[in-house]
Structures are given as C-alpha cells and as structure tokens.
C-alpha cells in the first residue's frame, strides 16, 4: 500500500470527492486520518500501491493537492529501547511491550504528517523518509 | 553470649564466604527483581538463607559521564593546549597528553548530533578517531600541530571517569508551558500533554542498598559491559534525601556498545547512556529487606520543566509503579508518560552481571571505604543579582473587548505605549492589541475590537529570569509579553526595549 495526503481547500471541501474517485476508478481508498472543517484539511489515506498514479492522477483533475508523505522508519540496530518516543505518538503506532522491547506499527503510524517522535529519540533511530519508487513530488503534472 | 546466640543457625555471612562460594560455584544470585519476588512468595528468612548476592541495574543517559585517555607522546612531543577528536572538543587536564572526553562535549560540526558520548562509543567499538591537537610550543614540548588517526589499541590508557553516575532516583518532567521545550529530560509538549521520567526504580542500584551498607569506595561493579569500581560518592550525592550518585571507573577497553551508547537530545546536546549495575552482598536480613524494595514504595516527583528556575513547581508525588505503567495522574488529569531509560538494557545488566558471578568470572569487593550519608547538595553561592522579570516589568494597559478601535487608538496616544491587553471582567488575559494593529485597522476602515485581536499571546511568568523572556520575544519576533499570573489575570507587561536596558543589548 501506498500512501498519499490529500489536501482540500475551502472550495472543494464540501465535495464528496473522496468518494467519487473511488467510485470512478474502482479502486479502494482506506482513509488514516482525517482533519477537515468548512475551511478545508487534510486527509491521510492509503491506497493499493499498483492504483497509485492513477489515484493521484484522479484526486489532482478535481483540485485537490496530493503529495507524498514520508514515512517512519525505526532502525531496530540503533534503538536503545529507552521509551522516549512512546507517549509522544497521538495515534499508539509505537509500544512498549512485556519484555520493555520497543515496537512500531508501520500500519498505524501517520508519517511525516506527525513526525512527534522523530527529533525525541536519543538514538537518533527514528528517520522521516521517502516512501518508495514513486515521483509524486509536484502538484503540478 | 550473642555470638552463641548465632550459632549454629548462623544470620551473617561476610563478602569473603560469598566470593569462596562463587570460586565454587555455589553462589546463589538473584536479580533484585527476582528477589523481590522470592521475599514476597518465601519470606525473608527463606531468602536470607537461600540468596548470597542480588544483582542490580540501569541503563541511562548520564550526562556527568567521560573517558580519560592517554594517547602517548608525539615525535617531536607536544604539550597539547588544545585538543579535538571526530572534531569535538577535548579537555585537557593533565600534563602533555593526557585528555578527558566529556560526554557532553559537542562537535563543532555536527553539534547536537554528535558529541562525546559519541566518540566513547565510536572508540569502544573499535573505530578510528582522528586526533588534532595545537600547542603553544615548548623548550622541552617543542611541537605546536598535531594531527594522527587513534584506535582505542593506541591508547596507553582509556577509562570511564564518571563523576555522577547511577542516580538513585530522578524527577518525572512535563511541560506547564504553551509551547514544546526541548530538555535533557527529553521532548516535552506543551500544556502537559506528555512526561518523561528516568531511572531503573526497584532495578536501581542504589534503591536496593539506600543506606550504603555494601556500596563504597572499592565496591567492584559492571560498567558499560565491563567491570568496573565505585571511586566514591557522585558530585551531588545527597543520601539523605534519596539523591545519591556514584562516582566511578571503568576499563573502557572492555566495554561493549550494548550498554555504552552516545545519545543526543534535541536542542539539549549529546550525552552517553551507560549501563552500570552493582552486586549486593546479601549480609544479613536487613538487606534481604531492603532488596525486597518495589516499584511501588518508590517515589518521585512530578516537575514542571516549563519554569526556567533551580526550584521548579513540584505538580505531584508518583511511585514508579505508575511510572512504569505508562501514566501518571497530575491533578485531575492522565498524563502518559515515557521512560527515557531502557529497563530493558537495565533488566539485561542485572542478569548479565548475574550470569558472571554464576561462572565465576565476578568477584565482590568490600568496599574499603563507606560513601558519606550526611551530604547536603548545595545551590550555588551567586555574588551576582540574576534579573528576573519582575525587575523591569510595567504597569499593563489594559481594555475590554466591546470597546472601539478609535477609543484604543486614543488610548495608545495618551498612554504613549504600543501594547494594549484585552482582558476580561476578572482581569484575565483575552488577547493584545498593538499600535500596527490599530494602525491597520484604521487603514482598513475596521472599528470593531475583536477583529482585529490577536488571541495566540506568548507570556511571560513573574519570577521568570529576563533572559528567557527575552530569548521568547527573540524567537517569536515579538516586542512585548504580558506578565501574567497563574490565574491568567494580567500583572502588567515586559517590553523588548525595558529588557535591553537592562541587560545592556540593543
């Protein structure tokens, strides 16, 4: 899966947008997290990543800015198990479990759109980093 | 008469009966959380009688941390002046080539990134460092340049010289404040959304013998995964008040990386968390007692980091049994909290130090001196007055929202100032209002107050030092802060001109 951040602004944000592509391309669209208001948000959604470009292809024609969040990624060799991360995460992508090891939920995580735990980690284990082979920089096609 | 009394069913043993013991390899050793479960489920007899020795640990960041290194003497020799390795910042106490790493020393390129305690870790894993070193050149140390690359096997000597280690217990932090802080008790959000605490609790090894009845100067101990001794009490050492520290040393030649590792605190710096763990000779019933110690009679107090002072608020008592639950209740409020030690790696120094004596390859020291219990850590004598805020701060002039943009203006004109607080019918703060903001609004053709306040007001605190009231107007690029009081009610305000005054900046 891949995933993508969606911005809406106050224009279109009363569309039913998100359900239409998925209804237009088939394809489905799991939504992470969503924050919007009559003044426009973001939406934090995964998509099957062989849909990717034709998702954001869909998403971009309707006005909707679409970029890549990066993703968290826990290099285990560094982590010191210390802790210092887990109550920072708001969405409990990272535990401590029985044995005081530290695990992170990949699925759960909200990515670069959080980033709390990311400059509180004293290993410096935790990285922001660009989800893989796809381009998706721009908004612009 | 009491020396019968004792025998046969003797209640003593000595650390000489426990090391013959070991060389036999009869030795009964416990973790301290082992023991504490044995005490619980058999009594402290059965205890007393079964376990000769209680193995202790913790793994943190402890920032009063180094390494000692002599690197031998250059051809021509130097009297090194000044000294960097990896580009960090070397002291130099000593004659010509003896050096001292701080753990909190901080590469002049790399800053918060990577700083001592970095550069131990790098050395006990074997890696090369590069030394450059200037001096000013003597008769008999005629060389003033100096670059070469070291592995630790080019050391004569590479010790651990930690002069507070192994606290015995420390503070539970939050943040009062409406902005995130970066502290060495690590990221704190604001409004007291999250705390960090510290320390092994029951694992500590000083919990497990508080009144220093085995742990002195002498005492073998593991350190960083080699062995190590206590050289006496830390720097700070306050027994008395639970806040004992070690000083100790340790061959760093033999450490390992899994309990050695440099750290870096965002904002704070770098530091070195070091594993370090300490066998307790159990004597007599009274350390099967006091090793009996739980998360729960263990206690610490909920700080408030947010207040820039030596004496911070004290918001709550917890144990760390809460701690270690993942929250702790301030108040009426549920606070999660994180560790910022692994009691994890603690777990694993407690039983790796166990596993050592089991083979005997450990052997327990008496400890050939006792650490003090009667010190007292004293604030610092200041011969100097600190500027706090309350010594430039001026009367606030203050509004109601329902007045009018042209009745502010006036206002700002007759009081000659440029800030103007909005507060409400108890005195509170609502929002500020500037002179551009007037300005604008009359620019603007606006006349209602409320459109044109701004409501986010960075403030500042009575007792708060000038210095980190200045720094925040710096960061938000703001020319006042209201001073308020914890009711929000308004005290009067602190201008970026009155600061520079008196602080002498412009």
Not at chain 2, 216 to 240: K, N
Request: charged share 25%; proline share 4%.
């Amino acid at each position: 899966m891949a995933r993508i951040l969606l911005k809406f602004s106050e224009h279109i944000v009363s569309k039913p947008i998100v359900s239409e592509v998925i209804l237009e391309l088939e394809v489905p669209i799991t939504i992470v997290t969503a924050q919007l208001n009559s003044k426009g948000g973001e939406v934090l959604a995964e998509v099957p990543e062989e849909t990717l470009d034709k998702v954001v292809e869909a998403f971009r024609k309707k006005g909707v800015e679409v970029r890549l969040p990066k993703l968290i990624e826990v290099d285990k060799e560094k982590c010191i198990n210390c802790g210092s991360c887990v109550a920072l995460c708001p969405v409990e992508a990272i535990t401590l479990i029985e044995d005081c090891s530290i695990v992170f939920n990949k699925e759960k995580c909200v990515g670069s759109t959080c980033s709390a735990c990311v400059d509180a980690c004293p290993a410096r284990a935790i990285k922001s980093v660009k989800q893989n082979n796809h381009e998706v920089h721009s908004n612009r096609p | 008469m009491e020396e019968k009394a004792l025998n046969p069913q003797k209640n003593t043993r000595t650390v000489a009966e426990i090391n013959e013991k070991i060389r036999k390899g009869d030795a009964q050793v416990l973790t301290a959380e082992e023991m504490k479960r044995l005490v619980e489920s058999s009594g402290v007899e059965v205890a007393f009688k079964e376990v000769d020795v209680v193995t202790t640990g913790t793994f943190g960041a402890m920032c009063s941390s180094g390494a000692i290194i002599n690197v031998g003497h250059s051809d021509p020799p130097i009297k090194i002046d000044n000294a960097w390795i990896n580009n960090v910042p070397i002291c130099h106490p000593g004659a010509a080539v003896d050096l001292y790493i701080g753990a909190t020393a901080m590469s002049e390129t790399e800053p918060f990134e990577y700083g001592g305690g970095h550069l131990i870790e790098d050395l006990v894993n074997g890696e090369e460092v590069e030394l450059r070193a200037t001096a000013y050149g003597t008769d008999c140390y005629p060389r003033t340049q100096l670059k070469t690359n070291l592995t630790k096997d080019d050391l004569n000597q590479f010790y651990l010289l930690n002069f507070r280690n192994c606290y015995q217990h420390y503070n539970c932090a939050v943040n009062g404040r409406d902005e995130t802080i970066y502290t060495y008790m690590g990221k704190l959000l604001p409004r007291m959304k999250n705390a960090t605490y510290s320390g092994a609790g029951e694992l500590n090894p000083l919990m497990n013998d508080p009144d220093y009845e085995t742990i002195g100067i002498g005492t073998r101990i593991f350190l960083g995964g080699g062995q190590g001794y206590v050289i006496g009490e830390g720097t700070q050492h306050e027994a008395s008040s639970q806040n004992g520290t070690l000083m100790v040393r340790g061959d760093a030649k033999k450490m390992n990386t899994e309990f050695l590792r440099g750290a870096s605190f965002t904002r704070y710096g770098t530091t070195l968390y070091i594993g370090l763990g300490i066998p307790i000779p159990i004597l007599n019933e009274g350390l099967v007692k006091k090793t009996a110690i739980r998360d729960e009679e263990i206690f610490t107090n909920v700080v408030d980091y947010g207040v820039p002072r030596r004496d911070r608020p004290k918001l709550a008592k917890v144990s760390y049994k809460e701690l270690k639950s993942g929250s702790v209740t301030v108040g009426d409020r549920k606070i999660r909290v994180s560790s910022l030690s692994s009691l994890k790696t603690a777990r694993s120094v407690a039983s790796t130090l166990k596993a050592w004596i089991d083979e005997g390859e450990f052997f327990l020291s008496a400890p050939v001196e006792t650490l003090p219990l009667d010190t007292k850590f004293k604030g610092m004598k200041q011969t100097e007055a600190t500027a706090y805020v309350a010594n430039v701060m001026q009367a606030a002039v203050t509004c109601k929202e329902t007045e009018e943009v042209s009745a502010i203006a006036k206002r700002i004109v007759t009081k000659s100032v440029n800030h103007i607080m909005v507060v409400d019918d108890q005195g509170r703060l609502n929002g500020i209002v500037t002179s551009w903001d007037i300005t604008r609004a009359l620019a603007e053709g606006k006349t209602v107050l409320s459109d044109i306040v701004t409501r986010r007001v960075f403030t500042a605190k009575l007792d708060e030092p000038l210095e980190t009231a200045s720094k925040r107007m710096a960061q938000h690029h703001i020319s006042a802060l209201p001073v308020i009081d914890n009711e929000q009610k308004v005290l009067g305000i602190v201008t970026s001109e009155d600061v520079s005054k008196l602080l002498g900046r412009s």
